[in-house]
């Protein structure tokens, strides 16, 4: 098998507490980088860039020739789904992605699960490049987008202040909204199950919109759908660890964890860290969640937010990550200096 136990990101999703916390950053390619600007300036647009192989393995592995993180992260987009599924999708410069918003139950008849694997080929040629390119110590990540948030997406046409149209389509008419997110849920397993079939040894389900939702609706909405990915993936590879990032999920973070299985939780920024070791690390590996602002501001205050986190979750299984992603304003000499803090052994005074 590609994939052993001795990787320090699969050895810590396993619930193994290592002195050194493996990690990877959300968002570790992107404009930050001087490398990735040149490319990205090569390819027509965004979504070609995703579908290349020879440039998406690229840039994957650019952060990691730098940084030698412990996890190497897929470089595409959660907004590859709907692509996949025949929803039109263009990202503007400066501006986000933008679709042709889905408005009622009518209009998702045409959205074929079936497709998903045959029209995202292309990704899974960038993660068989990525494997073989990869050492013996990082490992390889792949990723989806959680249907509850791959469907704001789809419903509002792009970014929202107040999710307005998607929360109320799925309050009102709840059969025709669950018929999506069912697609979606198909849709997911199919991808998933792909990627690890190319390569993958660990995939985290983006859920960046978890925390709008009140509760029953975070039950139905963002818990549901997730435990059904993630038993459909457990089922088939027992052996590959899920990471879950139920962004804003606040005071329901214990909830999902349980009744979903995922093997490790991603900690937004505003997760108290006490709060973590106390009542989420008895019950999956931790993974978080440095102030992506702190990486901008560097010195002093990057080394103490380091080392504060380290102390309080360094004790139980952890990976060392920011609390959502890497900001295209960041200083890559302060991922260099974030680097050289998580190689230190952890003071014990
Ligand atoms: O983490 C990585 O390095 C892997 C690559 C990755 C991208 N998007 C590349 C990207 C991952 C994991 C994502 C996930 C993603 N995409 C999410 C969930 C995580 C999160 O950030 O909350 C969401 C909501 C999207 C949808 C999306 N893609 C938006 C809203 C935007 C525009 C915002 C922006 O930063 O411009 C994108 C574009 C995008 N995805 C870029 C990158 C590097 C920037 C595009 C460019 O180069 O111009």
Redesign the pocket.
């Not at 950053?25 to 404009?31: C, D, F, I, S």
């Not at 992260?73 to 907004?79: C, G, Q, R």
């Given at each position: 098998m590609a994939s052993g136990p001795e990787k320090p990101l699969l050895r810590a999703l396993a619930g193994e507490r290592l002195s050194r916390p493996p990690w990877w950053?959300?968002?570790?390619?992107?404009?930050y980088l001087p490398e990735?600007?040149a490319i990205?300036s090569k390819a027509k647009d965004?979504v070609e860039?995703?579908l290349t192989p020879a440039l998406a393995a690229e840039?994957?592995l650019q952060?990691v020739r730098r940084y030698r993180m412990d996890g190497a992260?897929?470089?595409?987009?959660?907004?590859l789904v709907p692509h996949a599924l025949g929803q039109k999708l263009t990202?503007r410069?400066?501006?986000?992605?933008l679709l042709e918003p889905i408005a009622n139950s009518s209009s998702i008849a045409g959205l074929d699960p079936g497709q998903i694997v045959p029209r995202l080929e292309p990704v899974f040629e960038t993660i068989c490049r990525v494997a073989e390119s990869l050492g013996t110590q990082t490992a390889l990540i792949g990723?989806a987008?959680a249907p509850w948030?791959v469907a704001t997406?789809m419903v509002e046409g792009?970014?929202s202040r107040d999710f307005r149209q998607v929360k109320g389509w799925a309050y009102r008419d709840v059969e025709g909204f669950d018929a999506l997110i069912g697609i979606l849920v198909e849709s997911t397993i199919k991808f998933l199950t792909a990627q690890i079939e190319a390569g993958a040894e660990v995939v985290?389900l983006?859920d960046?919109?978890a925390g709008v939702l009140p509760e029953a609706a975070f039950g139905r909405l963002v818990i549901e759908p997730t435990r059904s990915i993630v038993a459909a993936l457990k089922q088939r590879f027992p052996g590959h660890p899920i990471i879950g990032?139920p962004?804003g999920a606040g005071l329901l973070y214990e909830r999902y964890i349980t009744e979903t299985g995922v093997d490790g939780i991603g900690l937004d920024t505003m997760v108290p860290a006490g709060y973590a070791r106390e009542r989420l690390q008895p019950l999956a590996t931790v993974q978080g969640n440095l102030d992506p602002i702190l990486l901008i501001t560097g010195g002093s205050l990057l080394e103490t937010g380091v080392r504060d986190l380290r102390q309080l979750l360094g004790d139980g299984p952890f990976v060392f990550n920011l609390g959502?992603?890497?900001l295209?304003e960041t200083p890559p000499e302060n991922v260099q200096a974030l680097a050289r803090l998580l190689a230190e052994p952890i003071a014990t005074t």
């Open positions: 950053l959300m968002r570790q390619a992107g404009r990735y600007r990205r965004f860039l995703c840039v994957t952060p992260i897929l470089f595409s987009d959660i907004l990202f410069e400066g501006e986000g992605p990723f987008g948030t997406y792009g970014s985290q983006f960046t919109w990032f962004r959502h992603g890497v295209p």
